[in-house]
């Protein structure tokens, strides 16, 4: 089936930094990749939708400012949380969506910020 | 818009019986897909079973099945012969098509427990 990577799969890091998330389709190429965001004992909720080559949806009440999306090949595209605070810290997950079939979900990446 | 609902935020069953984990949606939408997920602690989110709206018949796939009921637009999902295993939150969706551009949405979820 199809395979969805997500890198790192862990980061700390200190307030006022930014992180970036890899979000890659290894083998199929995706058109549209979504960021999920999931805190602690919460349900996954859409930040926003990626678009190869063009700007990121994003979802009623997400920074887009903070939270950088690039989708600059059909396989990658990156999420970067700017000046990430301790707020920010949470389970973010990506997915792509093969025409026809289910979404694929990458295994995560757990952002702590001190 | 669309809304997922699962009122059961968690549920204790005992090893080896079947299990039914409520979810409703609203849309108005004709077209739309549902989905369950499973997430164990680990973090990974786990395809379960998918059903299209225009789908008759109910879909199934091994342990699992989507006991679809359109006109009260509820797609409960059955677990049959629960194992310890499936000790992990479920997660409803839904996605208002089909294409690879359609996002899909999640309910609150429903963490289940399997008692030895």
């Known amino acids: 089936g199809a395979v969805v990577s997500q890198h790192p799969s862990r980061v700390i890091c200190k307030s006022g930094t930014s992180v970036k998330i890899e979000c890659r389709s290894l083998?199929?190429?995706?058109?549209?990749m979504f960021w999920y965001r999931q805190f602690p004992k919460q349900s996954l909720m859409l930040m926003a939708t990626?678009?190869?080559?063009?700007?990121?949806?994003?979802e009623q009440g997400v920074e887009k400012d903070k939270f950088l999306i690039n989708h600059a090949s059909l396989t990658l595209s990156t999420l970067t949380v700017t000046s990430a605070h301790p707020e920010d810290s949470s389970f973010y997950i990506c997915?792509?969506?093969?025409?026809?079939?289910?979404?694929?979900f990458g295994p995560g990446t757990r952002l702590t910020v001190l | 818009a669309q809304k997922i609902t699962q009122t059961q935020p968690g549920m204790f069953v005992q090893e080896k019986e079947a299990v039914t984990l409520d979810c409703t949606y609203d849309?108005?939408?004709?077209?739309?897909?549902l989905f369950w997920y499973k997430q164990p602690s680990s973090g990974e989110m786990i395809f379960l079973i998918y059903?299209?709206?225009?789908?008759?018949q109910n879909a199934t796939e091994g342990r699992y099945s989507l006991n679809f009921q359109k006109a009260r637009k509820s797609a409960n999902l059955v677990i049959s012969a629960s194992q310890l295993g499936d000790s992990a939150m479920y997660f409803c969706?839904?996605?208002?098509?089909?294409?690879?551009?359609?996002?899909?949405?999640f309910g609150s979820g429903t963490r289940l427990s399997i008692r030895p």
């Open positions: 997915s792509a969506r093969v025409p026809g079939l289910d979404q694929f």
């Open positions: 083998d199929f190429q995706a058109t549209t």
């Open positions: 990626s678009n190869e080559g063009s700007k990121a949806t994003y």
């Open positions: 849309t108005s939408d004709q077209s739309y897909g």
């Open positions: 059903q299209g709206s225009y789908d008759e």
């Open positions: 969706a839904m996605s208002p098509g089909y294409s690879s551009a359609s996002k899909i949405i």
